[in-house]
């Protein structure tokens, strides 16, 4: 077991290359939307794989480097990865595409987005995954998004919502309107009557 941790730890560690991220995306994406972007959009740590703080390389425990190193080897699209460096939407690049065909796109970045399609939404706001990626968004993230696009989605979404409030909210003044004429009525007419 211990010569199996090690081999697993000499693999991720000395194999060239591998536990390096992948700036061409990263360059790719700033240069596309405009904004700052990072390592979170894809790894565990926003700082990437390298390092010793959780989700880096240096802090996996050896059931950890496992699933690392089954990861690493799912070349084939359609396969199950966990990758404790990757976070969800780093996994699914994984396991939708495979690490093959992800790697070839390392050349021509732009090519990622329409690889992966406008069909899956991580985090359930709306924005596609690839979208997310092209406008340097977090497509783990709901409350992340380009804020128009968030805007109009949920205009969208709660449209009912918001005209039954905008309803009550009228029917509310109406009626405190009408009360306080009533009130107005009572008070002449018994003006009138002294
Ligand atoms: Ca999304």
Redesign the pocket.
Known sequence: MTLRIVLLIAVCLLTPGVSLAYPEFQVFIEAQSGRNVNCAMCHAHPDGPEGLKPGQIGSLDPQQLEALSTARAAFEPGQEVHSPILNAFGNHIIHKLGKQQFLLHRQEPQKLAPALGLED?????????A??LLDG?L??D?NH?DPWKLFYINLKRRWFHILMVGLATVSGLWGLNNLLHGFERMSASKTRTE
């Open positions: 939404d991580l985090d359930k706001d709306g924005i596609p995954n979208q997310e968004t497509p783990t709901p998004g």
